[in-house]
């Protein structure tokens, strides 16, 4: 009997052939018959006509098909790896710089180090990126001095360069370690400071560590390495202003990044949309919604085109003061000046929604618009209902996300898990819970999936 094919891969809400997906699934042997709610579902027969159809027909694997499905199987490094080597074996597909960079990132976040040494040895090219990617794997596993190592390496590799010093320094302060990352820069550890050569230390790098202690959310060294920066004699640029304010924004200050917002234009340093964006948010917390949205004109006036983010940044305003209907409102418009909305638009919406089936509505609404939901999507969803005690709008949520493609992280496992437990529903909880275990995902510790504790075990 061949594996129950998971119901997702029907219909994949991306540009990848469902054809192609169900031909690799099938091609894969002994695989554990995935869990699904539809316990009761009979697994459908390998017809041999249709394989040998799916195969006779021509396919396009080309990068963008790979990169997709690599994406789909991103929580879950060995089928993403046993994809990425059938692709090659069954088509004769050649795997470009993009997709050895895109499964090296899978391998990393699973600390599948070697793997991903291995498939950079075979690379027939190599970029900026891909040891990006390893950098930022490293740091983000706080595994500073490999990191720091790494950069060592890359002179067998013709790239240590001051590209990739800057991108050691980024995946540092990107992973809490600013620390390091200053020594490094600054010259407290004086035999890297050899090995940097001439690399200048200016307004980017500055930049960087300013954006690593905000990371930190140490503000009190935020302010001080703000005034560092003077001392230093570093010229601070729209990005350094930027950042400050963002800085000001999160420690509870945004009437000081509308100061910062005032200093700049008579510096006349010219705002961008990221800039006004900031501003927009303190405006909107101190001075409120109308405000911001008469800041948005301004910005228009002035030749800045909003975004996205502009946009959804009026919208979490209005939802922060239960303007609910005029978010909807916005959200219209968006599509009507050309501007998309994305995920984070619909999210905004989301966490002010307090009623099973608007929800769910607009989750439809946001997947016939074209915007596909992230795995943050369904885990918020997961976790609202699930505090509500709601199991019915769970199951859906968790059914859309296997229609569309995604395999679930562990925090929408445990997501599920915990509102399968809320509810008693403890076998199925534990199968769930043995599914995260053998994908390599760390699952809560619940005492009720103990066997033996449990009055149905």
Not at 2 to 28: C, D, E, G, M, W
Not at 255 to 277: F, R, S, T
């Amino acid at each position: 009997m061949q594996p129950l094919i998971p119901r997702y891969l029907f219909s994949v809400v991306t540009k990848i052939r469902p054809q192609f997906l169900l031909q690799f699934h099938t091609s894969i042997p002994n695989k554990p018959t995935p869990i699904s709610f539809l316990d009761h579902q009979t697994p459908t027969k390998s017809n041999p006509d249709q394989n040998r159809s799916i195969r006779e027909e021509s396919h396009t694997v080309n990068q963008t098909t790979i990169l997709e499905t690599l994406t789909c199987y991103s929580n879950d490094w060995k089928r993403a790896m046993e994809f990425f080597r059938w692709v090659e074996s069954e088509y004769g597909f050649k795997h470009t710089t993009e997709t050895y960079n895109h499964m090296i990132d899978i391998l990393g976040k699973f600390f599948e180090y070697d793997l991903a040494w291995k498939l950079i040895d075979e690379m027939p090219e190599r970029n900026h990126t891909t040891f990006r990617v390893m950098l930022k794997r490293y740091a983000a596993a706080h595994l500073v001095q490999e990191a720091i190592s790494i950069y060592d390496k890359l002179g067998e590799f013709n790239f240590k360069d001051e590209a990739s010093f800057l991108n050691l320094v980024d995946a540092l302060c990107e992973y809490k370690h600013v620390i390091e990352a200053e020594e490094l820069c600054l010259g407290k550890v004086e035999n890297f400071k050899e090995k940097i050569g001439s690399f200048e230390m200016g307004t980017k790098v500055y930049n960087m560590i300013l954006r690593g202690w905000y990371k930190m959310g140490w503000w009190s060294k935020c302010k001080e390495f703000w005034e560092q920066m003077d001392k230093d004699g570093i010229i601070k640029d729209l990005y350094s202003y930027s950042i400050y304010m963002d800085i000001q924004c999160k420690r509870g200050k945004p009437w000081k990044a509308v100061n910062l917002y005032k200093e700049m234009k008579k510096k006349g340093i010219k705002l961008d949309v990221v800039a006004y964006n900031t501003v927009l948010r303190a405006i909107g917390v101190t001075q409120g919604a109308d405000v911001a949205v008469h800041l948005g004109r301004e910005m228009l006036e002035l030749g800045c085109e909003p975004n996205v983010v502009t946009y959804n940044t009026i919208i979490k305003l209005l939802c922060d003061n239960g303007r609910i209907n005029e978010a909807h409102k916005v959200l219209d418009k968006m599509s009507k000046r050309g501007c998309v909305p994305n995920v984070i638009t619909y999210h905004c919406i989301f966490r002010c929604l307090e009623k099973p089936n608007e929800i769910l509505g607009l989750l439809d609404r946001m997947i016939e618009s074209g915007v596909c939901p992230s795995m943050d999507t369904y885990v918020l969803l997961l976790r609202k209902f699930g505090r509500w005690g709601f199991l019915r709008p769970v199951f859906i949520v968790w059914e859309k996300m296997e229609k569309h493609g995604l395999s679930p992280n562990e925090f929408a496992y445990n997501a599920l898990i915990d509102a399968l437990v809320e509810k008693g529903m403890i076998d199925m909880a534990r199968k769930y819970d043995e599914e995260m275990l053998a994908k390599g995902l760390s699952p809560k510790l619940r005492p009720e999936l103990v066997r033996g504790e449990s009055e149905d075990g």
